[in-house]
């Protein structure tokens, strides 16, 4: 489904009034560019949008006065009150009936689809996020990974494409012989099943505590991880055991949050698919030797080498990195692979496609680093050696108790009191972490993100349920033929516009891996529609026709709302 919005079909006629105009003129801009030059003015007095004519100049070789005079003479069109010639721009005013009824029918034929597209048929992408330890508990550090990786799926869905959810879990490495050396010293299968991760962290802990006093403890460690490396029977079944427990753990705290994977293929998923990346480096003559270790020289590219394997013939994270995005491409033939991965691995990630560049890969250009800021908490940076860690299950079980003490202030008669704090408490955190720009670091913090005033989830999800309410008593009043001429005036103007951008805000939000403009946008409409709500009367038995346009611009702004909402991974309450 695709839909045109104001800004589109404005250039689309501009771009046909040129031709028309200058028949014989070479190099004129076409729709696709006109769009890109046409702005909001600053000041609603001069214009919805405005067109500067200065890149029209070259080809016309006319004065620009002259060539926005001529544009102003020429142009017609209903969808257009007026257009006025000042400065070398044209400015376009809007005719407001025409674009209020032309915007919500565009929603109401819609629905909660209003901005989805088909554009992504027949291609697929995926997306590695959340990337969760095994054995350690699922702490706030794995929010942002977790929610732009999660809002990133549903934008690229609701855009028609196919799209893969890999967790690409940490499930390698000495620390897991360490921990099943452990369990067989101190642990016991009853305690480990009933205390789960928690009880897994004691033990490790308790390891690294008794290998201070005994560093011989180190060598058994390491004895079983490589029994693990050999795929020996009862390794095996310990960490696969210790596997399923976290696994069990964290899926608490993705149902919480409604995210869903198609694959858990981790690091040890690798193991046996390494050999063909360090066969394939050498015969193309990529490897060399560097103080034992094997090597992908990048000096030409201004980088670090790219370890492959260490001095001691040990593979390394790179390894099976390059291993995991070579498998990934053979079995779901990705037209691009989304890496949702803090900033900090911003080198490790450019290492990895240039070397996947270097062995002949040209779907390497299709790799891409989605890169993150750092999250911190009531002004603390997270540490786990220091203990200060915040376990994410703690955090939003915290915010669902907070956002049900406030609904019992607020709104004490309200039936669904449990689910709605669920929602509420749960989205506030969500869209606390998803309303800045996703490179920005974040400090959480409640007073903020439980606000139910300013930019904040529950103020969002407040219009939503004011929206819901209106909608449930306009039941009473007669559906009548809507008079679209009551909706003119400045603050339903202004909810209009910000719906009929909302498509463009979806793709460009894909464009550039950015679910922040979703809700920002989203953001901004509660705003306008909450402004409208206090300055105009939604609901007139003496104007029925005059109610019920209004009612279709409540409906509106409800269905935009939810589904922008939805794409960044919150609920919308219908009652609040």
């Known amino acids: 489904m695709s839909f045109m919005d104001m800004k589109t079909k404005l250039a689309g006629l501009m771009a046909q009034c040129l031709t028309d105009t200058w028949q014989d003129a070479q190099g004129l801009p076409t729709a696709e560019e006109i769009r890109g030059l046409l702005a909001v003015p600053p000041d609603p007095k001069m214009g919805d949008y405005a067109l500067p004519v200065f890149r029209l100049a070259k080809a016309l070789r006319m004065p620009t006065a002259k060539i926005a005079t001529t544009v102003v003479e020429k142009w017609s069109h209903e969808d257009v009150a007026r257009a006025e010639a000042v400065n070398g721009y044209v400015n376009f005013f809007l005719n407001r009936v025409n674009f209020a009824a032309e915007t919500l029918e565009s929603v109401l034929k819609a629905g909660e689809n209003y901005g989805s597209s088909d554009m992504g048929n027949g291609k697929t992408i995926c997306l590695d996020y959340s990337s969760i330890n095994i054995a350690k508990r699922f702490h706030i550090g794995h929010l942002s990974t977790t929610m732009i990786g999660h809002s990133l799926r549903r934008i690229y869905d609701f855009l028609g494409y196919k ?81 399923a427990l976290t696994l069990r753990d964290t899926e608490r705290v993705y149902k919480l949050l409604g995210v869903t994977f198609d694959s858990y293929a981790g690091e040890s998923f690798y193991n046996d698919k390494m050999d063909r990346v360090i066969n394939e480096l050498k015969e193309k003559n990529l490897l060399t030797i560097s103080e034992g270790a094997s090597i992908v020289d990048l000096s030409e590219d201004n980088m670090s080498p790219c370890i492959i394997l260490r001095s001691d013939g040990a593979t390394l994270y790179a390894t099976r990195d390059l291993a995991a995005a070579i498998y990934r491409h053979d079995t779901y033939h990705f037209d691009k692979c989304l890496y949702v991965v803090a900033y900090q691995q911003d080198l490790h990630f450019r290492q990895i496609f240039r070397v996947l560049e270097k062995m002949g890969y040209e779907w390497a250009k299709d790799c891409v680093h989605v890169a993150f800021g750092m999250i911190s908490y009531e002004g603390q940076a997270l540490s786990t050696r220091k203990g200060h860690v915040v376990y994410l299950e703690d955090l939003l079980n ?7 003490e406030i609904i019992e202030e607020k709104s004490p008669n309200l039936p669904n009191k449990d689910e709605v704090a669920r929602q509420v408490g749960v989205g506030a955190v969500v869209y606390f972490d998803l309303h800045n720009d996703r490179n920005k670091d974040i400090d959480f913090r409640w007073e903020r993100a ?5 930019e904040t989830g529950p103020y969002v999800q407040y219009t939503h349920a004011r929206c819901c309410s209106v909608l449930r008593k306009a039941e009473a009043f007669a559906a009548a ?32 891996s950015e ?9 901004q409409l509660a705003q306008a529609y909450n402004k409208y709500y206090f300055e105009h009367r939604i609901m007139d038995e003496s104007d029925p026709v005059g109610t019920a346009a209004r009612v279709n611009l409540t409906r509106a702004v409800r269905d935009v709302i939810k589904t922008g909402l939805y794409l960044i991974g919150v609920e919308a309450p219908e009652r609040m």
């Open 398 to 404: 915290k915010a669902v108790e907070k956002a049900r």
């Open 481 to 512: 033929e809507p008079d679209y001429s009551v909706i003119t005036d400045d603050e339903a103007q202004d909810v209009l516009m910000l719906i009929s951008h909302f498509p463009q805000v979806v793709r460009k939000a894909m464009e550039q």
């Open 450 to 454: 439980l606000n139910f005033d300013g």
């Open 163 to 243: 799209t893969v959810g890999i967790n690409h879990l940490g499930d390698w490495g000495t620390q897991f012989g360490k921990m099943i050396c452990a369990y067989k010293l101190w642990g016991n299968e009853e305690e480990v099943e009933k205390g789960g991760v928690n009880e897994l962290v004691r033990l490790y802990v308790k390891f690294h505590e008794e290998a201070e006093k005994d560093p011989a403890l180190d060598d058994q460690g390491r004895a079983w991880f490589k029994k693990i490396e050999d795929g020996d029977k009862e390794a095996m079944r310990i960490f696969n055991w210790f596997k």
């Open 515 to 523: 679910p922040s403009m979703i809700t920002r946008h989203t953001t």
